[in-house]
């Protein structure tokens, strides 16, 4: 009886760790994917390449396996929204916000 107990707790700790592991890959797969989409939507929008950056963006994050939930242009800047699937069942995706835009040079 002990020994299966302790099978039981070595499998669940197993799959605790494991779906840790992959929410924490996801979170920062998301995270690089939304910062190169608003980065590429921001430099294409700010030196008149588009007049669609959500939608350069949303390719973008396309190609590496994320999507756009909310894309807004604010002025110069790009706010918008990635999510990238998880395999982990009671977290299907995750998402992570990103912003990009010119930034002035300041003088000193």
């Known amino acids: 009886m002990a020994g ?4 039981t707790v070595a499998a669940l700790t197993l799959t605790v760790a494991a ?7 996801c979170q920062t797969q998301a995270r690089a994917i939304a910062d ?8 294409a929008w ?4 588009t007049d669609e950056p959500c939608a350069l963006a949303a390719d973008a994050a396309a190609l590496n396996g994320g999507r ?10 790009v706010e918008l929204s990635v999510a990238v699937a998880t395999m ?7 998402e992570r916000v990103s912003r990009a835009g010119p930034v002035e040079c300041r003088k000193s």
């Not at 779906?19 to 890959?25: H, Q």
């Not at 989409?37 to 430099?43: D, G, H, L, T, Y």
């Not at 756009?68 to 800047?77: E, L, P, Y």
């Not at 982990?88 to 995750?94: E, G, L, T, Y």
């Open 68 to 77: 756009i939930g909310r894309c807004v242009v604010d002025g110069d800047d």
């Open 88 to 94: 982990v069942p009671f977290a299907p995706q995750v």
């Open 19 to 25: 779906a840790a592991g992959n929410l924490l890959v």
């Open 46 to 49: 700010h030196r008149g390449g």
């Open 4 to 7: 299966v107990m302790l099978i």
């Open 36 to 43: 190169l989409a608003a980065m590429q939507a921001a430099v």
